[in-house]
């Protein structure tokens, strides 16, 4: 992390930005979170990449965790600037988190007053070496939380539990990364990642009702694929459809696009990163950067 934080509306150094250990989010995972990317552009500046949708939804999540944030989504939207452009950073990671900040133990709590704090880092290629030659994944054991117990379209740190859980299980076992199926056996997502599929020149993504996070970046590259008339399909995927696609590739705001090319051992496609995923990577990596003057609207200048 970069030594300036913005904590609770002030610009402070990272060792003074502590919390209690009796905090309510510590004990039940009560805390709301985005992460967010901005990156170097042609102008000589950082921008933000969708900074306001991200903001939105982070105040949604709030909303719906009952986390009463004491700022507006203006001043948080202004912090994430201010630490990207006070740690002098070019490409940056920006986490503002909102969490439960009553130090009374219980799990009913009276004061729904949040703490808030906006952290920026350097991050490079999310899953290393898999942006280039693809990820190899495994198929959880773990079943995506589902939408009925969960509000999945929250941005919540309780959530992360099964993430977490999915994640080390892959990684432990030697893999990149994990892809989650729902609790009904369709496939969800990845532990941080919205997934992909294309099979006959059609693109296919699992619909809300898959217990997915709606990501923003799947929303960019819905958005992408269509303006380029390409046909893309929100539907239940099953295991089996993915085992047989062209082509595989998550996406996040973290994992950027990311090629998947092996589920469980088995080659997706002929188990390279395939063409359409390789044109998104860099169509996508254009549109960030503020190549591309039709997007610009997507970016927020520091
Ligand atoms: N699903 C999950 C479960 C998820 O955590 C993310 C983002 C996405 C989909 C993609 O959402 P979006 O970023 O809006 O396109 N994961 C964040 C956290 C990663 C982390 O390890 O921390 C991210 O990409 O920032």
New binding site residues.
């Given amino acids: 992390m970069t030594r300036l934080v913005w904590f609770n509306g002030r610009l402070v150094g990272i060792e003074e930005a502590t919390i209690s250990v009796s905090t309510h989010a510590l004990h039940y995972g009560t805390a709301v979170f985005e992460?967010i990317r901005a990156y170097w552009t042609a102008k000589g500046r950082p921008a933000i990449f969708r900074l306001n949708d991200h903001i939105r939804r982070f105040f949604v999540s709030a909303k719906i965790y009952r986390l009463e944030i004491p700022y507006t989504e203006d001043e948080i939207a202004e912090a994430c600037k201010m630490v990207v452009r006070e740690n002098k950073l070019r490409d940056a990671y920006i986490r503002p988190i909102a969490y439960l900040a009553t130090t009374e133990l219980g799990i009913k709590a009276k004061d729904r007053r949040a703490g808030v704090a906006v952290l920026a880092k350097e991050w490079g290629k999310y899953l290393g070496e898999a942006y280039e030659k693809g990820a190899r994944v495994a198929v959880s054991p773990w079943r995506r939380l589902p939408s009925f117990s969960f509000p999945t379209t929250a941005k919540a740190s309780g959530h992360y539990i099964n993430?977490f859980l999915a994640a080390m299980d892959a990684y432990e076992k030697g893999f990149d990364e994990a892809i989650l199926l729902d609790h009904r056996g369709f496939v969800s997502?990845?532990?941080?990642?919205?997934l992909f599929i294309v099979k006959d020149q059609v693109v296919y993504t699992p619909p809300l009702q898959a217990s997915?996070?709606p990501?923003?970046?799947?929303d960019t590259i819905i958005t992408l694929l269509r303006d380029m008339g390409i046909e893309v399909v929100e539907r239940d995927i099953t295991l089996g459809e993915l085992l047989a696609a062209d082509e595989a590739f998550f996406?996040?705001?973290?994992?950027e696009v990311t090629p998947v090319v092996e589920v469980d051992n088995i080659k997706i496609g002929d188990g390279r990163p395939g063409p359409l995923t390789r044109k998104l990577q860099k169509l996508y990596s254009d549109v960030v950067r503020g190549k591309i003057d039709k997007y610009e609207d997507w970016l927020a200048y520091v």
């Avoid at 990501?215 to 799947?218: E, V």
């Fill in positions: 992460g993430s997502e990845g532990t941080g990642e919205n997915i996070l990501g923003i970046t799947r996406t996040g705001t973290a994992a």
